[in-house]
């Protein structure tokens, strides 16, 4: 994923936040010593219960990656960082999903799932375009 967002935008994100899915030990040597600030969460904790606050001292020298990433998320600027998460891409599926009735996908097969995924972002970023710039964005936007 950064590699494609360093080929479309010319340059490297500032941070990199990812939920736990992604954590593993793969994705966390590809992007250690990047560019990037990455914060990937290391598990879940159950609603309402906070993370423990960060332990105070050196990091172990024999801590994991993934110990690593859990400590760094601890801290006040990655648990700031992380919180916006979910205001910035959280939002987005529930919009899908109340505005566009897009729970399942429809069509079958990677090409067909890929596609109907695609046509269903378009529509969100149209309805974000139309909100923000209104109408004459939209007709900009077919002119041009």
Not at 6 to 30: E, F, V
Not at 95 to 121: K, Y
């Amino acid at each position: 994923m950064v590699a494609a967002t360093i080929a479309t935008c010319g340059r490297a994100p500032r941070q990199l936040l990812a939920d736990a899915g992604y954590c593993s030990a793969a994705n966390l040597a590809a992007v250690a010593g990047g560019p990037s600030e990455v914060l990937i969460a290391t598990g879940r904790f159950p609603h309402g219960q906070t993370p423990p606050a960060a332990p105070r001292g050196r990091l172990p020298t024999a801590a994991t990656a993934k110990e690593r990433m859990a400590r760094r998320l601890r801290t006040k600027r990655g648990r700031a960082a992380y919180t916006r998460r979910k205001a910035i891409v959280e939002p987005v599926y529930g919009q899908l999903h109340t505005l566009q009735q897009a729970r399942w996908l429809l069509l079958r097969g990677v090409a067909g799932a890929t596609r109907e995924w695609q046509l269903l972002c378009a529509m969100h970023n149209l309805r974000k375009l139309f909100q923000v710039r209104g109408t004459a964005a939209l007709q900009r936007l077919a002119a041009g």
